[in-house]
């Protein structure tokens, strides 16, 4: 019987102090989480919020309002210190715009006048678009001797990703091969991507953005000006997609805004291979007349009808500042037409430097170049 109590009271001293135990490490799962937090608050620094351009893009099917110039800064603004680890996008290695010429709207200047030459270099710069307006701009001016139509544009680049293509530096070495009387160029499709600066991630259409996007086209420009040429700014045409299209109206008032600012011609496309509306339409008349397809399966490139409007658009404004006056009905040809891409002035290339076996679908030399389109 002793024995009996003796094992009972034992077992009831461990229970005692198993049930210890347990209260004591519910004591210290209960309060550690409490010291951590005391800690964090106490010694920790504060978050650092990154800038409205690190955002991330808005997610399809969103669309966020964006004004189209920021709001003027005061004249004598007080000063701010900056947040200490924060990148700054206005340190960048490209000419500086001053935050006047940004933010005020720019005089317009008048574009300069042709120089009169015997024969004139019409270079033809920009995307996938430039391809087939050099296209149908070369079948427009083929029987005006006076003209040379080289093809310098390039398929998938644009002023937004200098890592990839930069074309303030082809200019200027296209330029060190070829004189280039009139430029023509045409861009912007696919520059519908944020641009990545010192760093610095910003957004579509964001201030920091069009800043960034501006001076790039305004630097371009002055390389062209510089060489002497003409510049002739081509509109973008309207678009199949309401999105797409929407956003090129958008590039297409900063490119007016900056050819207004820079002295250049902007050659309007409304009413060109649109429908009775103004709109988009995948059938229209063509040059001569007749009811042809004019765009392309994407609803952004064209055909060799549609593109010939638009080479139709711009000889009609360069001859009608070269001339001082409308363009000559001469311009119309029923005569079946070869392409010719010219390297240079004096050393035109054929038509089979059009090499058909690179053709890539989606762009716009993935039609065939077969000559005029009657």
């Known amino acids: 019987m002793a024995h009996r109590a003796r094992t009972k009271a034992a077992v009831a001293e461990e229970q005692g102090q198993s049930a210890s135990a347990r209260l004591v490490l519910r004591l210290v799962l209960f309060t550690f989480p409490l010291f951590v937090l005391v800690w964090s608050q106490a010694f920790a620094q504060p978050m650092q919020l990154s ?4 955002d991330s893009a808005p997610p399809a099917g969103q669309e966020i309002a964006q004004p189209l110039m920021p709001m003027a800064q005061p004249l004598s603004p007080q000063p701010q210190a900056a947040p200490a680890e924060v990148p700054v996008a206005a340190i960048s290695a490209e000419p ?3 935050q006047a010429a940004f933010h005020m709207p720019a005089k317009p200047v008048a574009p300069a006048a042709i120089a009169p030459r015997e024969r004139y270099n019409v270079v033809v710069l920009g995307d996938s678009l430039g391809d087939g307006l050099w296209a149908g701009l070369y079948h427009v001016l083929r029987k005006d001797k006076r003209f040379n139509v080289i093809k310098k544009s390039r398929v998938a680049t ?3 990703r200098h890592d990839y293509f930069d074309w303030n530096a082809a200019v200027r070495e296209i330029a060190d091969e070829t004189r280039i009387d009139i430029a023509v160029v045409v861009m912007g499709t696919n520059d519908r991507q944020p641009i990545m600066q010192d760093g610095v991630r910003h957004a579509l259409f ?10 790039r086209v305004d630097d371009f420009t002055a390389t062209l000006k510089g060489t002497g040429a ?7 045409p309207v678009m199949r997609s309401l999105r797409f299209g929407g956003d090129m109206e958008r590039f297409n008032e900063i490119f007016e805004a900056r050819a207004r600012a820079n002295g250049v011609s902007f050659v309007h496309m409304d ?3 649109t429908g009775a509306d103004g709109g988009y339409t995948a059938y229209g008349p063509d040059r001569y007349g007749s009811t042809k397809l004019l765009r392309a399966d994407d609803g952004i490139h064209f055909t060799m009808a549609g593109y010939e409007l638009l080479g139709e658009r711009v000889a009609n404004a360069l001859l009608a500042d070269i001339e001082g006056g409308e363009a000559p009905a001469a311009l119309v040809s029923a005569e079946p037409l070869m392409l010719r891409e010219a390297a240079s002035a004096a050393e035109p290339e054929k038509a089979s430097a059009y090499d058909m076996a690179d053709r890539r679908p989606g762009r716009s030399d993935d039609w065939l170049w077969l000559g005029a389109t009657n």
């Open 271 to 273: 009413g060109v291979a």
């Open 158 to 160: 644009g002023f937004s």
């Open 206 to 215: 964001d201030a920091g953005w069009r800043e960034i996007y501006e001076r």
């Open 96 to 98: 500086a715009m001053t």
């Open 230 to 236: 003409a510049v002739y700014w081509v509109e973008l």
């Open 51 to 54: 800038p409205r351009s690190l």
